[in-house]
């Protein structure tokens, strides 16, 4: 059984309040996507504001950031095809239910921004261990986490792994959860990853492969989509692989990042954002600012977007540390040693 703490409370209370503005600056700049897509005189179309930014220094100006993180200033992130993607991070202690915080901000996300309760999540996590304890967590339908999946997506969820059939019509029926390894998607050789292969059970996504119109239509649409190599083709126009990569580039996923400041390199983000996903859920109890760098490759640097941060001292009143019990144990019924033992800790505390 779950137990109500005010500092998960108060962290899903910042979240409703970061998109409730964020649906509202969105609408914004998808009238201005809408009527520039109308406009035939380039000159007259307007600027597509960065809605995530723009929801930021609302946020920023009503105080409802952290205080720590005032000076810091936001760090924008767009896709493979350089549109805005919402990306937030819960500074959260390690302990301090992170899952919890994760399956409930997908509730918020979906219901309040996305307005849906059918699509896909990404949820990417750092190591084995936490990969199979999430699993275990998500595939238990008595566990809490996955009867909040459940709620959310009335009874309708689907938890994948990335070897796993993917057909589009279970993404329009179900809420799909693909758990992934960081390192699973992250290589310096993407050709070499399944998840970016040919592949026989990645079903709905792309156009036949004889549609040449469809195939252009995709590729102007989602200019980052893998192609064959014509070379080796049957046909002689571009034609879209039918990969997981490709799938969830055409889908656009919810992601969620376990452990984000492991995610901070180049490759990572590249990677990361490369998959086109619609909103960016960061969770770690140690964000970390990654500085530009100069020389002959100078590369960008990029903040943690921290939305909300979770004090050491809230988990304590919640009852969600524990002390650690050191055991030394002997032979005999003799108390006199622990009660001297009871003493000298008394003495030195």
């Known amino acids: 059984m779950l137990r109500d703490?005010?500092?998960?409370?108060?962290?899903?209370?910042?979240?409703?309040?970061?998109?409730?503005?964020?649906?509202?600056?969105?609408?914004k700049a998808d009238k201005i996507v809408a009527s520039n897509a109308q406009e035939t005189d380039p000159d007259l179309k307007r600027p597509v504001p960065d809605f995530p930014l723009k929801t930021w220094e609302v946020l920023c100006a009503s105080g409802k950031?952290?205080?720590?993180?005032?000076?810091?200033?936001?760090s924008t992130r767009q896709d493979g095809i350089c549109r805005a993607v919402p990306d937030i991070v819960f500074k959260v202690?390690?302990?301090?239910?992170?899952?919890f915080l994760a399956v409930a901000a997908l509730s918020k996300i979906f219901g309040q921004y996305l307005g849906r309760k059918e699509g896909f999540v990404l949820w990417?996590?750092?190591?084995?261990?936490?990969?199979?304890?999430?699993?275990?967590?998500?595939?238990?339908?008595?566990?809490?986490?996955?009867?909040?999946?459940?709620?959310?997506?009335?009874n309708a969820v689907r938890l994948l792994e990335k070897a796993d059939q993917l057909d589009a019509r279970d993404?329009?029926?179900?809420?799909?959860?693909?758990?992934?390894?960081?390192?699973?998607?992250?290589?310096?050789?993407?050709?070499?990853?399944?998840?970016?292969?040919?592949?026989?059970?990645?079903?709905?996504?792309?156009?036949?492969e004889w549609e040449q119109h469809a195939?252009?239509?995709?590729?102007?649409?989602?200019?980052?989509?893998?192609?064959?190599d014509l070379a080796g083709s049957s046909y002689p126009w571009p034609q879209v692989k039918d990969s997981l990569g490709n799938a969830l580039r055409l889908i656009r996923p919810v992601v969620v990042m376990d452990e984000g400041h492991k995610a901070v390199s180049e490759l990572a983000f590249s990677t990361l954002y490369g998959f086109n996903p619609c909103f960016v859920l960061e969770l770690t109890a140690t964000p970390k600012d990654v500085a530009p760098t100069g020389g002959k490759n100078p590369k960008p640097?990029?903040?943690?977007?921290?939305?909300?941060?979770?004090?050491?001292?809230?988990?304590?009143?919640?009852?969600?540390?524990?002390?650690?019990?050191?055991?030394?144990?002997?032979?005999?019924?003799?108390?006199?040693?622990?009660?001297?033992?009871?003493?000298?800790?008394d003495t030195s505390a």
């Not at 998607?185 to 036949?208: A, I, Y």
């Open 65 to 74: 950031l952290s205080d720590s993180r005032l000076a810091v200033p936001y």
């Open 124 to 154: 990417i996590v750092p190591n084995e261990a936490i990969y199979t304890q999430t699993r275990r967590q998500l595939a238990d339908r008595h566990h809490p986490y996955r009867q909040m999946l459940d709620v959310l997506s009335g």
């Open 93 to 99: 202690p390690t302990g301090g239910g992170k899952t």
């Open 301 to 345: 640097g990029h903040h943690a977007n921290v939305l909300v941060e979770v004090k050491s001292i809230s988990l304590d009143r919640g009852g969600m540390i524990k002390m650690p019990l050191n055991l030394d144990p002997r032979s005999g019924t003799d108390r006199r040693t622990a009660l001297d033992r009871l003493r000298d800790l």
């Open 171 to 208: 993404v329009e029926s179900h809420l799909c959860v693909m758990l992934l390894m960081l390192q699973a998607g992250n290589r310096e050789n993407k050709d070499s990853l399944k998840m970016f292969r040919d592949r026989g059970d990645v079903d709905g996504f792309c156009p036949p």
């Open 215 to 228: 195939h252009a239509a995709a590729l102007a649409a989602n200019p980052n989509l893998d192609i064959y």
């Open 5 to 27: 703490l005010d500092y998960q409370g108060r962290v899903l209370a910042r979240l409703g309040d970061y998109l409730t503005e964020l649906s509202g600056q969105k609408l």
